[in-house]
């Protein structure tokens, strides 16, 4: 197995971080990683907000209800943007061109809004495995999707924008002991041809290791118990 698949297969979430922050020179790695992410037509529909006043992780980890957040050397979110591509064509005089033309000026639809959350999620995707490259863990919160509202006004978020992911990361401390989760199977996940759909008895094979996971950890909470 090469370097690449190990760090794909051993690679776990990672709430806790070493008390040190992320060094400039790895946080450009990060950074330039991410630009060099694929995105649909080369348009690069999000952006990323580094997030480091103290005020705004906290109120982060209170909404997302993830304390980590606060304590995180760095916290990234990756936005759905379509709103550079708004203001490009607005600043450049397209709306006119299109009203002199007797051509319908068209803001993003919601095809261009998934496409905007694949660029996104696959960016911090790749952020997710360079960061891993240089022994800083990560956790996706998938929370910032919450309360819209409010991370959007805590953001300053405009209005062709929306926060697909929060992304905590930190080098991971020594000691920190890391066991990948029991997941499908890959025969379980890919197809061939065609979508099938599964049996009964397929089911129970396949949700059996994460049943016994929960109970597991349901039988060792019972034996915390005053």
């Not at 690679?11 to 995105?39: G, K, N």
């Not at 405009?158 to 992911?165: D, E, I, K, N, Q």
Request: with cysteine; charged share 25%.
């Amino acid at each position: 197995m090469n370097e690449t698949l190990r760090l794909i297969q051993e690679r776990t979430s990672v709430r806790s971080f070493a008390d040190r922050p992320v060094s400039d020179e790895d946080l450009a790695a990060i950074f330039h990683s991410a630009v060099r992410a694929p995105t649909a037509g080369n348009m690069m529909l999000y952006s990323i907000l580094h997030v480091r006043e103290p005020a705004k992780e906290q109120r982060l980890a209170e909404t997302c209800g993830h304390s980590f957040i606060a304590s995180a050397p760095l916290v990234l979110v990756f936005l759905a943007d379509m709103q550079r591509w708004v203001d490009y064509f607005e600043i450049f005089g397209v709306p006119e061109h299109c009203e002199q033309e007797g051509i319908p000026f068209r803001t993003p639809d919601a095809g261009k809004f998934v496409m905007a959350c694949c660029d996104a999620l696959i960016a911090a995707q790749t952020t997710v495995l360079a960061a891993e490259s240089l022994g800083i863990g990560s956790c996706y919160v998938g929370d910032i999707m919450a309360h819209r509202e409010e991370h959007c006004a805590l953001l300053h978020l405009p209005r062709w924008t929306f926060p697909v992911a929060l992304l905590c990361y930190g080098y991971v401390p020594d000691g920190l002991e890391r066991r990948p989760r029991e997941q499908f199977a890959v025969k379980d996940i890919v197809h061939q041809e065609m979508y099938r759909r599964l049996e009964r008895a397929e089911f129970e094979e396949m949700m059996r290791p994460i049943h016994e996971r929960f109970a597991d950890v349901l039988r060792r909470k019972e034996l915390t118990l005053p």
